[in-house]
């Protein structure tokens, strides 16, 4: 089976502008994640959503980040305005449940803001 | 509330040497515990998991865990490192609704 798609693969841009991500998850996965893992830390979830609807949200700041899954398949997150601590590299993963299954990632976006 | 604690950020063995990455968690619920492994410019892959059956989790490429509730520990073990082992792992707690917390990770060297 396919494994979970990313892009942009390396992104660079400006403090101040904005960015977007995209994913798609395994098809058939209902549980979609996006986890930022900055340099020399563990990923940390910033938005679980089963199906479309949002599960958990908690640690994602709302301020500047967005995200979406239309349709309950695909998923973007955008970024705007970014800033400089949001260089990370951005992981989507997907999986068939929520607690209990095991996560399929993809192989993340890698985002410098300068 | 549930948090992770991988008690070393670097690890070194020598091949054919035994490797053990420890972790420790802290969870209000009755968790599910994974280790995930890092290689360089690849994709976070589940190495193994625990669910509440079995204590002691065997995963691929022979290594195994064992939950240790009153030690709240699910460290990871390998009798024998390979070169190809090198890499970053990652202790992770799900409980409450399927969030998940990894915890920092470990680094992995294996001398020739």
């Known amino acids: 089976e396919a494994g979970v798609a990313q892009s942009p693969r390396y992104k660079i841009i400006e403090k101040r502008q904005s960015v977007a991500f995209w994913c798609n998850p395994i098809?058939?996965?209902?549980?979609l994640y996006w986890y930022q893992q900055i340099l020399g830390q563990g990923p940390k979830l910033l938005i679980q959503f089963q199906n479309n609807g949002v599960v958990d949200d908690s640690q994602l700041p709302k301020d500047r980040f967005s995200a979406e899954r239309l349709k309950g398949v695909d998923s973007t997150l955008k970024i705007q305005p970014a800033k400089l601590e949001d260089s990370a590299v951005y992981l989507c993963?997907?999986?068939?449940?929520?607690?209990?299954?095991?996560?399929?990632f993809g192989p993340g976006t890698r985002l410098t803001v300068t | 509330a549930q948090s992770v604690t991988q008690l070393d950020s670097h690890v070194s063995v020598s091949e054919g040497t035994p490797v053990l990455l420890r972790c420790n968690y802290s969870?209000?619920?009755?968790?599910?515990l994974f280790w995930y492994v890092q290689h360089p410019n690849k994709g976070l892959q589940l190495l193994l998991k625990y669910t509440s059956a079995a204590t002691l989790v065997k995963g691929i490429n022979g290594f195994e865990a064992e939950f240790k509730k009153s030690e709240t520990s699910f460290h990871l073990t390998k009798p024998s490192a390979h070169m190809s082992d090198a890499a970053e792992y990652f202790c992770v707690v799900s409980a409450n609704a399927g969030k998940s917390t990894f915890g920092d990770g470990t680094t992995l060297t294996v001398k020739p």
């Open positions: 969870s209000s619920y009755s968790p599910s």
């Open positions: 993963a997907s999986s068939h449940g929520q607690a209990l299954t095991e996560q399929y």
């Open positions: 098809s058939g996965h209902a549980t």
